[in-house]
Nanobody, 122 residues
Framework: VQLQASGGGLVQAGGSLRLSCAVSGRTFISAAMAWFRQAPGKEREFVAAITWNSGITYYANSVKGRFTILRDNVKSPVYLQMNSLKPEDTANYYC????????????????WGQGTQVTVSS
């Protein structure tokens, strides 16, 4: 199972970006998908997560109301729509998949993508 994250880039504060995470490899339906991020010199932190049927979503307090995690169906990519971006959102964003549960804990996720860089200028 491979996860491919894309959509990162450079954007001004207040702008928007949409990240995408595609899953390939053997037939796989994850229990949940999530986005994490890691800024230089900081620990990787949870951003958002969604269950396989999109019934449950979790958000970090720092992004609530600005970011939306979504997917069209269980086999579609998972997206992270990021609006009202702030310089503190600058980080490498990783998507992850869990076989068993939705969680804010990165240790619950079994598969990881390579990351896509988001840079927000002030």
């Amino acid at each position: 199972v491979q996860l491919q994250a894309s959509g990162g880039g450079l954007v001004q504060a207040g702008g928007s970006l949409r990240l995408s995470c595609a899953v390939s490899g053997r037939t796989f339906i994850s229990a949940a998908m999530a986005w994490f991020r890691q800024a230089p010199g900081k620990e990787r932190e949870f951003v958002a997560a969604i269950t396989w049927n999109s019934g449950i979503t979790y958000y970090a307090n720092s992004v609530k109301g600005r970011f939306t995690i979504l997917r069209d169906n269980v086999k579609s990519p998972v997206y992270l729509q990021m609006n009202s971006l702030k310089p503190e959102d600058t980080a490498n964003y990783y998507c992850a998949a869990s076989r068993t549960l939705i969680s804010k804990d990165q240790n619950s996720y079994d598969f990881w993508g390579q990351g896509t860089q988001v840079t927000v200028s002030s």
